[in-house]
């Protein structure tokens, strides 16, 4: 069964101590992995598309990288705004080899950046 | 472009009410997914439409909902008879490819 675990659930920070979160994933077959941005009250944002192992991707204090069980959101210097849940899904190729657009999930990781 | 719209913002119902919740995807776009998020549960995906046609509706939880597409700019998702464990926050997304867009989702409680 396809499957996503975040860790940790929680991290509190302080501005400009540097930190990664980690998502765990299990998939038949990998067609691509997503990081989303969920502030309070608002719907999911997203941030990254990885693809295959070695890929790295970067915005701002952000980056995300890929291997083949685990991607990581590196967060350099993190400032209060960067206060959020960060949510990975993880996207399957379909069983007859085509696209199959369904994210699984995993629960989040709430991140409080305090000044 | 808007983004993907949802209404109403908040939604607070009796129990044993119909509730419709209602989606407007983004332009072009050719998926529409309807999820469930709550604190214990995370984010569920509950039915996804291709070119207006439901592909899985796997994890709709049981047959007091529903979902509909009649064409490309609308979808709905109802609940018929709610119950308290129906409280959650429902988005809805769209995509071309894998990218999902969200809306900002409909809050619902069931009292």
């Known amino acids: 069964e396809d499957q996503v675990t975040q860790s940790p659930e929680a991290l509190r920070l302080q501005e400009g101590e540097s930190s990664s979160l980690n998502c765990s994933y299990t998939v038949s077959g990998l067609r691509g992995l997503f990081w989303y941005r969920q502030d309070p009250g608002k719907g999911p944002e997203f941030l990254f598309t990885l693809y295959s192992a070695g890929e790295e991707k970067e915005k701002e204090r952000l980056k995300a990288t890929l291997t083949k069980k685990e991607s990581f959101l590196h967060i350099t210097a993190p400032k209060p705004e960067d206060s959020a849940t960060y949510l990975c899904a993880v996207q399957a190729i379909g069983r007859l080899g085509g696209g199959y657009n369904k994210l699984i999930f995993g629960a989040g990781t709430r991140l409080a950046v305090h000044p | 472009d808007a983004g993907v719209i949802q209404s109403p913002r908040h939604e607070v119902t009796e129990m044993g009410q119909e509730v419709t919740l209602r989606c407007k995807p983004i332009?072009?776009?050719?998926?529409l997914f309807w999820y469930r998020q709550t604190m214990m549960r995370g984010l569920e995906l509950l039915i996804y439409?291709?070119?207006?046609?439901?592909?899985?509706d796997s994890g709709m939880p049981e047959d007091r909902f529903s979902a509909k597409m009649p064409n490309a700019s609308f979808s709905t998702l109802k609940i018929q008879p709610s119950e308290p464990r129906d409280s959650a926050v429902y988005f809805c997304?769209?995509?071309?490819?894998?990218?999902?867009?969200f809306g900002s989702g409909t809050r619902l409680t069931v009292v």
């Open positions: 997304a769209s995509s071309l490819g894998g990218l999902h867009t």
């Open positions: 439409f291709n070119n207006n046609v439901p592909i899985d």
């Open positions: 332009s072009g776009h050719d998926y």
